[in-house]
């Protein structure tokens, strides 16, 4: 099925005709820093990839946004100046609204049922779009985890989210999600946070259990709330016109190890989560608040929903998913 929703994509590409075996080093652009859990995975990628081609495919990684944000490897990816990337499916829904509904506020109660959103049909079908609207080709779905909220000052609700600056990752329905609380979201790319939260720029951020223990952001923002507000994919995207130049064997190999290492990552993050919150209680002078529910911020998910519904049948669509689940 995900072998043939890529064949399909490929031809809407517009095939180039297949080189024959070479020799490859791809290029694989990342935001994320050499120790997060996507790079480790990128990584092993790279040995899965030298081992099943006998050689002749690798990877080198560009960690930490060193060939720029998000949005700049989206666009090196459709020219084919950059031959992969794993972003982030916030990055993503400018291209591709239908994806916006992967952020719905409380679409999922836990990080289990995001892994099951992320492995399901539904979300694959949003994946199919990916080649005409970002020149790229979606091989698989993996994850960050929930996303938590992490703040300078305690705040006892969401109210008092009014007139805070948060830095968000740059993507319209994660700013709507903060302006109905009346908060100034502050989108900006994951490697300036610490230094616009150690100069005051910002007040909190929206961010995941992995990244609050890599960045030490609780060093300036000791107000941990858990509240699992939403789910945060991840896209492995290969270049489009580099797509356009394999063969349908390297294709296929591609997919499958990329696919593995999607999985993988999954499995990590989800049986990682609850260690990545017992590390965090340690950590010097953070105060958490755990089990923050979604009474907390009221009818957000009601409003949320009537503004992104109307743009995407997805929304509905995956909520549907979730209560059958
Ligand atoms: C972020 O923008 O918050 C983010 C991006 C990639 C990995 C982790 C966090």
Known sequence: MLRKSILAAAAMLGLALPAAAETREFRLGLITPPVHVWNQEVAALSETLKERSNGRFSIVAFPSGQLGNEA??????????????????????????????????FLVSNIDEAAQVLRSDVAREILAD???????????????????????????????????????????????????????????????????????????LDMDFESIINFRYYEHAPYLLETNHHMFGMVALISGPVWAQLSAEDRALITEATQLHCDRTIDRFVTEEDDKLARLREAPGIRITEDVGPDFFGDIVERWDAEWGAKTPYVQRLRDLVASF
């Open 72 to 105: 700049a490897m989206l666009q090196q990816l459709q020219t084919g100046a950059l031959d992969m990337a794993w972003l982030t499916s916030a990055e993503l829904t400018f291209r591709v609204p239908d994806m916006a509904a992967l952020h719905a506020p």
């Open 130 to 204: 990916l080649p005409r609207a970002t020149g790229t080709v979606g091989v698989c779905y993996a994850m960050i985890g929930m996303r938590q909220m992490v703040l300078r000052d305690s705040i006892d609700s969401a109210d008092q989210l009014a007139g805070k600056r948060i830095r968000i990752t740059p993507a319209p329905a994660i700013s709507t999600f903060f302006e109905m609380f009346g908060a100034a979201p502050a989108p900006m790319p994951l490697p300036a946070i610490y230094d616009a939260l150690a100069n005051g720029q910002i007040d909190g």
